[in-house]
C-alpha cells in the first residue's frame, strides 16, 4: 500500500479563493481523520469520519471549513473563502479501529496570501 | 482544555546522551499512548506506543515508561544520535476514537 495520500504537496492561494484539499486512506482502514498543523497551536485535529459518517468535527474552526467523505477511498476538505490565518499544513491520517495506529499522509502546505 | 501536555518544548542533547520528553494526562480512560516523531517537511509516523497495563516498552533505543497513577508517560532515547533530530509527539486515546496530541518537542542532537 502506498500508505496515505494527500494532494496537492503545496497551494498557494489568493485570499477569498475556494481551496480545496484531497486525501486517499490506507485501504481497509476505517477511520480518517483531518489535523492543522501550525507553529502556534501544533496538532489540531478538525474533524474525524468513522466508515465515511463524520464523527466529531467540533474542531472545524469556522462555517468557512467543510469536510467530506463520499467514499471509503476518499475524502476532502474545503475552505470557502479562504483566509491568511488558515495558512498552514494540512495533514489527513487514516487508522484501521483493531490496530489504532494511525498513518499520517505527507501533508498539503497551504499559504492564503 | 489540552488534553495532553507535553515537555519540554525544545530539547537539545549531545550525540551519546539521553534525551527525555514528559507528558501528562487526565482522562483515565486513555488506553494507548502512542509516540510519533516528524521530520521536517513529513506527517508524523510512530515511533512506539504503549497500552497501560504495562509499566515499560522498549524498542531498540527508544522506551516509553508509563506511571498509570501519576498519569504520566515518558519518551527515552538511549544513545541520541543526529538523525534523530525531529520534532516527537506525545498522544492520547480512547481504542477507535480520536488521538488527542502534545505540542511538540524539538530535539536536536548535537554531533
Known amino acids: 500500500d502506498a500508505g496515505v495520500i494527500q494532494s496537492p504537496r503545496h497551494e498557494v492561494t489568493e485570499m477569498g479563493q475556494e481551496v480545496t484539499l484531497r486525501c486517499k486512506p490506507i485501504s481497509g482502514h476505517d477511520y480518517l481523520f483531518w489535523y492543522r498543523q501550525t507553529m502556534m497551536r501544533g496538532l489540531e485535529l478538525l474533524i474525524y469520519f468513522n466508515n465515511n459518517v463524520p464523527i466529531d468535527d467540533s474542531g472545524m474552526p469556522e462555517d468557512r471549513f467543510s469536510a467530506k467523505m463520499p467514499n471509503a477511498s476518499f475524502s476532502t476538505l474545503k475552505i470557502q473563502p479562504s483566509e491568511p490565518r488558515d495558512s498552514a499544513v494540512y495533514f489527513c491520517?487514516?487508522?484501521?479501529?483493531?490496530?489504532?495506529?494511525?498513518?499520517f499522509g505527507q501533508g498539503t502546505r497551504l499559504t492564503v496570501v | 482544555q489540552q488534553q495532553v501536555k507535553q515537555s519540554p518544548q525544545s530539547l537539545i542533547v549531545q550525540k551519546g546522551g539521553i534525551s527525555i520528553i514528559n507528558c501528562a494526562y487526565e482522562n483515565t480512560a486513555f488506553d494507548y499512548f502512542p509516540w510519533y516523531q516528524q521530520f521536517p517537511g513529513k506527517g508524523p509516523a510512530l515511533l512506539i506506543a504503549?497500552?497501560?497495563?504495562?509499566s515499560e516498552k522498549k524498542e531498540g533505543r527508544f522506551t516509553i515508561s508509563f506511571n498509570k497513577s501519576a498519569k504520566q508517560f515518558s519518551l527515552h532515547i538511549m544513545d541520541s544520535q543526529p538523525g534523530d533530530s525531529a520534532t516527537y509527539f506525545c498522544?492520547?486515546?480512547?481504542?477507535?476514537?480520536?488521538?488527542?496530541f502534545g505540542t511538540g518537542t524539538s530535539l536536536t542532537v548535537i554531533p
Open positions: 498522544a492520547a486515546s480512547i481504542t477507535g476514537n480520536q488521538f488527542y
Open positions: 504503549i497500552r497501560p497495563d504495562v
Open positions: 491520517a487514516s487508522s484501521d479501529r483493531v490496530n489504532t495506529e494511525a498513518f
